[in-house]
């Protein structure tokens, strides 16, 4: 049996964009909100959205750059007030606008698992590994996600960007979690699709460093892993 992850006794994931379809979960959210901001506001909002979003109409992807990627709810809520008053939209008017247009993306219907993710974590298990996740969503969407996904059972521990720990690129949420499971880092694999995820695991001292083709990340992005794989499926155990 071949094994990525020798020597690996927990697999930190992120989230969207490695699990499950990122574009499917925030392409659709990113027009709908612009939408709404321009009916709320009257002004064309749209094109100065999706371009601190980073967010590629024609093509209904985000890029790494943008705002979209790995940058936490509540950042990218104070990131579109501030889209709102560059555009000439009163303080009161754009909070208005806001209350009316912020809906987080419907995380049960929304989401796509990318890979059997069942077979994949109880895999990962089977082998003697634990499993976390490492996600730039906030914490009452992700707990609604895993158990929509049937794997909450699978997950040792979740950090999310609401639960008071530095967001990606910082190391903390690896440091984090690998304290909650008693894990040095360099026992631990960090496995995400964009730049920050990477950079989160190597300054964290993982041991392992794995890129995803599945997500945002170019391969230039991930050419900063130590693995690139097309998939997670790429993480369990496989004969030679």
Request: hydrophobic fraction near 45%; glycine fraction near 10%.
């Given at each position: ?28 959210w990113?027009?709908?909100?612009a939408?709404?901001?321009e ?8 094109a ?9 109409a ?68 089977a082998?003697?590994?634990r ?8 914490r009452?969407?992700t ?5 929509a996904?049937?794997i909450?059972?699978?997950v ?19 440091t ?11 026992e631990t694999?960090?496995v ?31 050419a900063a892993?130590?693995?690139v ?10 004969d030679?």
């Amino acid at each position: 049996m071949t094994d990525p992850l020798a020597d690996i006794r927990l697999v930190i994931f992120d989230k969207d964009g490695t699990l499950i379809d990122f574009h499917a979960m925030w392409s659709g959210w990113v027009e709908t909100l612009a939408d709404d901001l321009e009916l709320a506001t009257g002004r064309p909002i749209r094109a100065p959205v999706f371009a601190m979003m980073g967010y590629d109409a024609a093509t209904g992807r985000a890029h790494t750059g943008g705002g979209l990627v790995s940058t936490p709810m509540a950042r990218l809520r104070d990131r579109t007030a501030r889209v709102l008053a560059a555009a000439g939209v009163a303080p009161e008017a754009a909070e208005a606008a806001l209350r009316t247009a912020w809906q987080a993306p419907d995380p049960v219907t929304l989401a796509h698992p990318l890979v059997d993710l069942p077979r994949l974590l109880g895999g990962l298990h089977a082998a003697g590994r634990r499993c976390a996740i490492a996600t730039s969503d906030d914490r009452a969407p992700t707990e609604r996600t895993l158990e929509a996904l049937g794997i909450a059972h699978l997950v040792d521990v979740v950090v999310c960007a609401d639960d008071g720990v530095a967001a990606k690129p910082a190391p903390d949420m690896v440091t984090h979690l690998c304290r909650q499971l008693s894990v040095d880092p360099a026992e631990t694999a960090v496995v995400g699709d964009s730049p920050a995820d990477l950079a989160m695991g190597r300054s964290a001292g993982a041991g392992l460093v794995v890129g995803v083709r599945t997500g945002v990340g170019t391969e230039r992005d991930l050419a900063a892993a130590d693995l690139v794989l097309d998939s997670v499926v790429g993480l369990i155990p496989t004969d030679p």
